[in-house]
């Protein structure tokens, strides 16, 4: 059975930063594409961050351009979200979602999600 | 970015209904077009990807249709565990974008 669980979510001041951490357990974790999605509260689901499963190829929402990033470690089986210059717009549930194939690419989908951890970003 | 729009935002429906929703996307995305249900306080779970094939596990109750930019959830014979919401889901291109949702209610 695919298990993702995220950790690392906490109250963070504006302009703070965070890591999160998604441990995966039940599927051969280096073969699949991996992302993080975000959901506000109350709102919507907004896709953040997506890795190959080599870690050589990411994908990003404009959002987060040139404040988060996305990393992977195979030998451990974990997927991390660095979130830097974090704005109260970041207050969210974020997510790990496993893809259904190896690489970001047309065609594909979210085929297990963890439970999610809350990232508050306030004062 | 493509945008997905759904309607309707919400419906209130009874057990034994039969319920549609649309997705509309603001250019053609072939059939990658995927459906998440989402019940409260829970992760998202996929119920249909590329427009219309059945994930394992999921009731046959539940039918996607569509291609291009138009595309239908379709439940029929509503069943009490089915009142949650419903996200539509593009994977034509980066970044994947979902519709608003579709919050489906007891009447």
């Known amino acids: 059975e695919v298990q993702l669980l995220e950790s690392g979510g906490a109250l963070v001041q504006p302009g703070g930063s965070l890591t999160l951490s998604c441990a995966a357990s039940?599927?051969?974790?280096?073969?699949?594409?991996m992302n993080w999605v975000r959901q506000a509260p109350g709102k919507g689901l907004e896709w953040v961050f997506g890795?190959?499963?080599?870690?050589?190829?990411?994908y990003y929402a404009g959002s987060v351009k040139g404040r988060f990033s996305i990393s992977r470690d195979n030998s451990n089986n974990t997927l991390y979200l660095r979130m830097n210059s974090l704005r109260v717009e970041d207050t969210a549930v974020y997510y790990c979602?496993?893809?259904?194939?190896?690489?970001?690419?047309?065609?594909?989908?979210?085929?297990?999600w963890g439970q999610g951890t809350l990232v508050t970003v306030a004062s | 970015d493509i945008q997905m729009t759904q309607s309707p935002s919400s419906l209130s429906a009874s057990a034994g209904d039969r319920v549609t929703i649309t997705c509309r996307a603001s250019q053609t995305i072939n059939t990658y077009l995927n459906w998440y249900q989402q019940r409260p306080g829970k992760a998202p779970k996929l119920l249909i990807y590329?427009?219309?094939s059945l994930q394992g596990g999921v009731p046959a109750r539940f039918s996607g249709s569509g291609s291009g930019t138009d595309f239908t959830l379709t439940i029929n014979r509503l069943q009490p565990e089915d009142f949650a919401t419903y996200y539509c889901?593009?994977?034509?291109?980066?970044?994947?974008?979902f519709g608003q949702g579709t919050k489906v209610e007891i009447k």
């Open positions: 590329a427009a219309s």
């Open positions: 979602v496993k893809e259904n194939e190896e690489y970001i690419s047309s065609g594909n989908w979210f085929d297990s």
């Open positions: 890795i190959s499963r080599g870690g050589g190829n990411t």
């Open positions: 889901q593009q994977s034509y291109t980066t970044p994947r974008t």
């Open positions: 039940g599927f051969r974790f280096s073969s699949y594409a």
